[in-house]
């Protein structure tokens, strides 16, 4: 049986685009009639989606398959690392994690997970037409290359040609590109097919004396010039990107303020509100930036009892219970809902060395984490007559869990009922409202993708302040449209032929 041939993406540095530009190339090929899957064999992200058999990968390949018009699986993120400090991370293999490890303690075992990188490699080349690989950081990091699972030793395996994407945004790109290739063995240096120029502003043609000396010495052709897009085209992978939301169109009617919190987790959630026209969404690091806002918002977090700590410690954990008190709008997601809660308990230490530590009150809520991780997708409908989704009670809605441990809620109304988890019917009542409905909670991620909630929560907060809403609100947001107009200005960009002259399509 033939396999799919691959093209490789790997970069001068992280953050350079190459996230975007294999979604781009997914889509590109996608609409040419070719069956294309996108790849990356370790991921870094506490963005993270759910696949159809509940398994988690990087969010970022989620969206490259949706580009592709195919359902994400596991085998396209086999390692997905979700740092939990700054030396340790979860270590999720093909979608379950098996444990907590430091760099260290990673490193020993990354030998062992080569394995598993290349039988999921070679399913999808025997699945489809062609594979878009993404590598990670740079290639040209040579204190990690002996035991590099995802840059160079992926292009050996995969036999694939390698696109150098540099950002010229950042300034150095002819640097950046030259000291990537001198930093190679001479055997993957041969590899490098191609470099592309990402997130150019201005004339192409102040380049050229630039572009001409980088291929006189490198003897490598420069297949692209990509002007600077928007990057939430796809769903952000790197907190980093957190300052750069989607501005929102027309004057603010609505401020939407979201914490920062240190280990914050699918931060994804909150860009269909910031693609709202007049809709401004923030993220706020201390109690001034809540200052004015229609919702708060708790976001999931990695260490939910590390970031309670830091909420207490910033000043913002008495400001949100104050505002609470003043009857503006909160919403907690996730371990964000855990915060809320009244205690998070940690028998098995299994987020933090703390047993035992109060939530903010604001919900008669117990949090217990458990070794075990949930991981579904789920089918819902907003199960309440008041609150922020009043308005569409009995509306079904999609969503996702990623979550460890379980919540007992006290006497609280229930804001969600959960109609099916993973193709399987139920009937559970989902999340904590306080009975005023302006406090609520839920492990529901994904539900502002939701048009008709969208629109719903909207509302509620205008009356709330007495502001005129926009017509607009709620309107569809196509993913299709967005991968359209990211495919459009990349292929007017890339020499797409010598692309697909160099997978042999």
Not at 123 to 138: F, K, P, V
């Amino acid at each position: 049986m033939t396999v799919a041939p691959c093209v490789m993406l790997q970069g001068t540095a992280s953050g350079v685009g190459k996230s975007l530009l294999t979604a781009a190339l997914c889509r590109i090929f996608a609409r040419q009639g070719h069956r294309v899957a996108p790849f990356k064999a370790q991921n870094m992200s506490l963005n993270s989606a759910v696949t159809a058999d509940g398994r988690e990968i990087g969010r970022a390949q989620a969206a490259q398959a949706e580009a592709a018009g195919i359902e994400p699986t596991v085998d396209m993120n086999p390692i997905l690392l979700k740092p939990e400090a700054d030396d340790r991370s979860q270590v999720i293999v093909r979608g379950a994690p098996v444990g907590s490890l430091t760099f260290g303690e990673y490193g020993r075992r990354r030998g062992e997970l080569l394995p598993v990188v290349a039988e999921s490699l070679d399913r999808l080349r025997r699945t489809y037409d062609l594979l878009i690989i993404e590598g990670a950081g740079s290639p040209a990091e040579i204190n990690l290359a002996e035991g590099d699972i995802v840059n160079m030793r992926i292009a050996r395996l995969a036999d694939a040609p390698v696109l150098l994407v540099g950002d010229i945004d950042r300034g150095g790109v002819f640097a950046a590109f030259v000291g990537t290739l001198e930093l190679l063995d001479p055997d993957d240096r041969a590899r490098v097919a191609g470099f592309i120029v990402n997130k150019f502003r201005g004339d192409v043609s102040i380049l050229a004396p630039g572009l001409e000396a980088l291929v006189r010495r490198t003897a490598v052709p420069v297949l692209g010039i990509v002007p600077y897009l928007d990057r939430h085209l796809v769903p952000a992978e790197d907190s980093l990107d957190l300052d750069d939301l989607p501005p929102s169109p027309g004057l603010r009617v609505l401020e939407i303020a979201v914490v920062r919190l240190p280990r914050i987790a699918n931060f994804d959630d909150f860009e269909p509100l910031a693609r709202e026209p007049g809709v401004g969404v923030r993220f706020a690091r201390s109690a001034a930036d809540l200052a004015a806002a229609d919702l708060i918002v708790l976001p999931g977090s990695k260490g939910t009892i590390a970031d309670l700590d830091w909420l207490r410690a910033t000043g913002l954990a008495d400001a949100i219970v104050a505002a609470a008190r003043r009857k503006v709008a909160v919403l907690g997601i996730c371990g964000g809902y855990q915060m809320l809660g009244r205690t998070l308990h940690d028998p098995d230490r299994v987020e933090s060395p703390v047993a035992t530590a109060p939530g903010l009150g604001l919900l008669p809520v117990v949090t217990t984490f458990a070794p075990t991780k949930t991981t579904v997708r789920v089918r819902a409908r907003a199960g309440a007559a008041l609150g922020p989704f009043g308005g569409i009670a009995g509306a079904d809605l999609s969503a996702y869990e990623i979550h460890m441990g379980a919540s007992e809620v006290g006497e609280a109304l229930r804001p969600f009922v959960v109609a099916e988890r993973s193709g399987r019917p139920a009937d559970d009542r989902e999340g904590a409202m306080s009975g005023d409905g302006t406090v609520l909670g839920t492990y529901l991620h994904g539900l502002f993708a939701n048009d008709a909630l969208r629109r719903a929560l909207l509302l509620y907060l205008a009356r709330r302040k007495g502001a005129s809403p926009d017509a607009r609100w709620g309107a569809p947001q196509s993913p299709a449209a967005r991968y359209d107009r990211l495919a459009d200005a990349v292929a007017a960009a890339v020499d797409v032929a010598a692309v697909a002259k160099l997978a042999h399509l």
